[in-house]
């Protein structure tokens, strides 16, 4: 069983950056596929950035393309999700998740995996 927990959330200015941080804990021997979506009130949970348990294939939602990026550190069992250039419209709450199963080869950001969850970071990006 993997247990993802995140941390790093917080308040930044328009244009600012953060980097959220995702700690897998568990039976971390295991590989598996990391994904970082958000959801904002009233509207559904999306995927933002996800990743094959291999790391080569990384997949990002249109809204974050070349602002966004995921980053490893295996020793630390962390994957991190670097956000910059910042928007009012990124606030949401962050959430992590992992994938160990058949499917962890696939970067596919589809809710509709076997995704363990995390509990949540918010993000609130306003001036």
């Known amino acids: 069983q993997l247990h993802p927990a995140e941390s790093g959330g917080g308040w930044v200015q328009p244009g600012g950056s953060l980097r959220l941080a995702c700690e897998v804990a568990?039976?971390?021997?295991?590989?598996?596929?990391i994904g970082w979506f958000r959801q904002a009130p009233g509207w559904l949970r999306e995927g933002v950035a996800c990743?094959?348990?291999?790391?080569?294939?990384?997949s990002f939602g249109d809204a974050v393309k070349g602002r966004f990026a995921i980053s490893k550190d295996n020793a630390k069992n962390t994957v991190y999700l670097q956000m910059n250039s910042l928007k009012p419209e990124d606030s949401a709450i962050y959430y992590c998740a992992v994938d160990g199963s058949m499917d962890k080869n696939s970067a596919r950001c589809g809710l509709n995996r076997n995704w363990t969850w995390g509990r949540g970071t918010q993000v609130t990006v306003s001036s």
């Open positions: 990743q094959s348990s291999s790391g080569t294939t990384t």
């Open positions: 568990g039976d971390t021997s295991r590989t598996y596929a």
